[in-house]
């Protein structure tokens, strides 16, 4: 087809020697096409193509005729006042003396009818003229036009665009906005002065933008139109870093079931907010099922195809579409319009049929060829009739049609005042008005820049595309019910701000019972204390909201990432604020430690009784025969153990973990120390009772005793100072055991000089256990030996399960457990050795004698 077409315009365009033809001195013009127009004379002529009619009839084809050329039916008013337009723009800047002095504009103006053939067909015979033949064999002079203004629809536009502009010829459109027309490649001289699909998207997510509509349904045709706007869509969601999550409709067919499936989708979303951008005639039977099913509850988003259309401006449709936002193309107002309108009378000139049409369409008048014998049915007197063609009120392709004119007559007006020499072509030159060329003025055009009356500015950027200006519209009922369309904001955008939008919401009206915006949202705003997290799939504006981890917080709505809380902070039960962790120890308040120090009160209460009872009765013989000196030295070093435990209890500090260790070492070989030389003197006494060893107790005698003791008690000293000068304990938080608790507890520097002080008890203990074992064969009434085995015994198994209790024990609990075996183990030995003694002098005084002692008194007969 595209090469048929391009065969076409090679003909049309280009001179066929009449050699080949008839003559050998003309071109002869190929054909006619049977077309609507209106003309104007002038020194340069503007073209220009407008939807006069909405239907194209074809008649029934014969292939023994020549076809009949199609005619078009149903006039369009609104289609017709953007013609007039157009032709009273360009009267108007021929009375303007300056612009464009000296020089005159005509006009050449078509009817397309709606239709890709018919506004094709008015496009070559604008590009090629109607002139029968040409003399010029070079074919030079100035083209039949120089721009054309049209075509208003997308699909016309881009086939005209993409042959017209093979020969550069500017061709500005007032109504096309499909975004693919922005490719400068495929259109090099392809203008606008209404913005593209994507600048219309853009306004509409500015829209969604600002009320915080994430969710949306995005209802779109099957054509170019909508097609490309969709794909807009996508993109300026990326581009924006604003994200919408949408779901896509395609809406192909007025069929009625299919319409009915389309509702069926949107009712079954709970996207509360419908974008629609699709031409009027696939919306109207939509919204006619709208209104049959009693859909309400939606704000519905128009685009401009449909924003104005008055078709759904009746009551019936109020409580379904009020409260609709449109965006509109931007309105004007044009000085003069509506005189020069009403001033329209038949023209005589049998080539303008269009005005013909308009008189009989309006006023059943019929046309004998003369203006004089004109015959009408009714009062020919245009302020009397109530049409859109006399509607001024919303100028809007109107007045972007004027903007059209305006802009090329402003690029060839700066075009004629070029300065020869210096130009802006080859050698610096300057057009020739008397034999220009079209892509001489494509480059005047996209350089263009001029204010209308109105007061908007008029440019092109790179693309051909003018800065983008919207109108938004809110559809508000009247007082009889029907539906009014009111200006509540624009969109403009500024070669430096970008898009902007300005909105006065207190002029919405909102056709919900809350009287305010719908909320519509894909996923609701997650709390703090929350993070969002990303459905599989779907955009980023579709999340669930996941708690925050044990020890992170958000404190902020819609957080991507959890804060992780410092180290002496935990999260609290919201999760949106770090609080000072628990500081837990071992304290004298709670259950736990009172119980460890009453236990250690009360052992040291048992030693101070048992001192008593020792010192009450030191000069029996029980109490004589265990050397009272060692006993009243391990009463005292168990005082001391006991009293060691207080040091364990309560905050650590340097001074009380400094001393715990140490003070419980020591004692506790003082202790040990003071059994193992008990049980050394008892194994000594024994055998000192033996005839062949009678010289054994002078090596144990009250000074070697003491020494002993003093001696292996000092190397504990020795091993503590060395531990607390080198690597001395000191408190310390520790956040391991439990996360969200800090431990307070005393860090014990050196494991070497704490595990020596250990070892060295353990030696002790194990060295007093095993002579002890050694002496258990000691006679029964003889039975010391017997009470110390038996305390080593508590004391060593007290210890060894200490080990594994002790590291398997979190924070104060290992605090706990190392109390309770120094309790266990002090009084084990307490009771083990003590006990027996204070039995029998307490409750059998009569056996606390020497002789029983001895094992000599009498046996009963």
């Keep these: ?50 939807e006069v009619h909405f239907f194209t009839v074809f008649p029934e084809l014969s292939f023994r005729t020549e076809p009949e050329a199609p005619y078009c039916e149903v006039f369009n008013m609104e289609g017709f006042q953007h013609a007039q337009t157009m032709a009273f723009a360009i009267n108007e800047i021929n009375k303007n003396p300056n612009l464009l002095p000296n020089i005159t504009l005509g006009y050449h103006l078509y009817d397309n009818c709606v239709m890709l053939g018919m506004s094709f067909r008015a496009a070559i015979s604008l590009a090629s003229g109607t002139e029968e033949s040409l003399s010029n064999l070079n074919c030079t002079g100035p083209p039949p036009v120089i721009g054309i203004v049209g075509d208003p629809s997308s699909t016309q536009s881009i086939a005209i665009s993409s042959v017209l502009g093979l020969f550069r010829v500017p061709i500005v459109s007032h109504y096309a906005t499909c975004s693919c027309l922005s490719d400068r490649k495929k259109y090099p001289s392809f203008f606008r002065t209404i913005p593209s ?51 896509e409709i395609l809406l192909y067919d007025n069929n009625p079931k299919y319409i009915q499936h389309v509702l ?56 379904f579409l009020g409260g609709t936002l449109s965006i509109a193309i931007r309105r004007g107002e ?47 007197d245009l302020s009397m009739t109530d049409t859109p063609y006399t509607d001024v009120s919303e100028l809007r392709p109107s007045y972007n049609v004027y903007k059209a004119v305006y802009a090329l007559a402003h690029a060839l007006h700066d075009l004629v005042q070029c300065e020869e020499g210096r130009g802006p072509f080859n050698g610096n030159r300057c057009a020739d008005i008397t034999n220009l060329k079209p892509w001489q003025l494509v480059h005047y055009l996209q350089k263009v820049n001029f204010t209308t009356g109105f007061g908007d500015h008029v440019s092109f950027d790179k693309n051909g595309d003018a800065l983008a200006i919207y109108d938004v519209m809110n559809w508000q009922p009247r007082s009889d019910g029907s539906i009014s369309m009111y200006t509540v904001g624009v969109v403009n955008e500024g070669p430096e701000t970008g898009m902007v939008l300005t909105l006065e919401e207190d002029a919405i009206y909102w056709n919900f019972e809350t009287k305010k915006p719908p909320r519509s949202v894909c996923s609701e705003s997650c709390t703090p204390g929350t993070r969002r997290a990303t459905r599989k799939g779907l955009p980023v504006c579709c999340f669930d909201c996941l708690p925050c981890g044990d020890g992170e917080i958000s404190n902020t709505t819609d957080a991507i990432e959890c804060i992780v809380c410092q180290d002496e902070f935990w999260s609290n039960t919201d999760k949106n604020q770090c609080i000072p962790k628990e500081v837990q120890f071992l304290s004298y308040e709670e259950p736990l430690g009172i119980s460890l120090t009453t236990a250690s009160l009360l052992g040291t209460c048992f030693c101070a009784l048992v001192m008593v009872i020792f ?85 144990f005698g009250a000074v070697q005793q003491r020494c002993t003791v003093l001696i292996l008690t000092a190397i504990q000293v020795v091993i503590c100072a060395v531990w607390l000068s080198t690597a001395s304990p000191t408190p310390h938080k520790n956040n391991h055991y439990i996360r969200s608790v800090t431990v307070y507890e005393c860090a014990i520097g050196s494991v070497a000089g704490f595990s020596m002080l250990l070892g060295y008890i ?82 059998h005084p009569e056996r606390n004698t020497k002789k029983a002692i001895m094992g000599r008194e009498a046996q009963p007969k």
């Design 762 to 843: 353990g030696l002790l203990a194990a060295v007093s256990f095993l002579l002890a074992f050694m002496a258990r064969n000691l006679p029964d009434n003889f039975n010391e030996a017997k009470f110390i085995t038996f305390s080593m015994l508590i004391f060593c198994a007290v210890w060894i399960a200490f080990v594994p209790a002790y590291v398997s024990s979190p924070g104060k609990y290992a605090v706990a457990v190392e109390i309770f075996a120094i309790l266990a183990s002090s009084f084990g030995l307490l009771v083990a050795i003590f006990a027996p003694k204070c039995y029998i002098i307490l409750l």
């Design 615 to 699: 010192t009450h009765h030191r000069n029996t013989p029980i109490v004589r025969a265990n050397n009272s000196e060692l006993s009243f030295l391990l009463l005292l070093s168990l005082k001391l153990c006991f009293l060691c435990v207080l040091l364990f209890i309560g905050q650590p500090q340097l001074w009380t973990c400094q001393l715990r260790h140490a003070v419980f070492g020591i004692s506790f070989v003082l202790c040990i120390s003071s059994i193992l030389v008990k049980t050394m003197v008892v194994i000594a006494v024994f055998k000192s009772s033996r005839p062949e060893e009678k010289g054994a107790m002078k090596w």
């Design 197 to 247: 699909d994507a600048f219309q998207v853009r306004a509409m997510v500015q829209i969604l933008r600002h009320f915080g509509w994430t969710w949306v349904g995005l209802l779109y045709s099957d054509d170019d139109y909508g097609i490309y706007a969709a794909q807009s869509f996508q993109q300026e969601m990326q581009l924006s870093g604003y994200c919408v999550a949408f779901s």
């Design 1 to 50: 087809m595209w090469i048929t077409l391009y065969i076409s315009i090679y003909l049309l365009f280009d001179c066929i020697p009449a050699a080949s033809v008839l003559r050998s001195d003309t071109c002869q013009l190929q054909g006619h096409f049977k077309l609507n127009g209106m003309y104007q004379d002038g020194d340069v002529i503007l073209g220009g193509l407008f």
């Design 334 to 380: 044009i000085e003069g319009l509506y005189d020069f309108l009403l001033s329209l009378r038949p023209n005589n000139d049998q080539r303008n049929n269009m005005l013909r049409i308009f008189w009989e369409d309006m006023f059943g008048c019929s046309f004998d060829g003369d203006q004089e014998r004109t015959v009408c049915t009714g009062h020919e």
């Design 264 to 319: 069926g989708v949107i009712q079954a979303s709970t996207a509360r907010v419908v974008v629609v951008i699709s031409p009027l005639s696939l919306v109207t039977p939509l919204m006619d099922e709208v209104m049959l099913q009693n859909m309400t509850g939606r704000q519905w988003i128009a685009s401009e195809s449909w924003a104005t259309s008055p078709v759904f401006h009746t009551p019936r449709f109020l409580p």
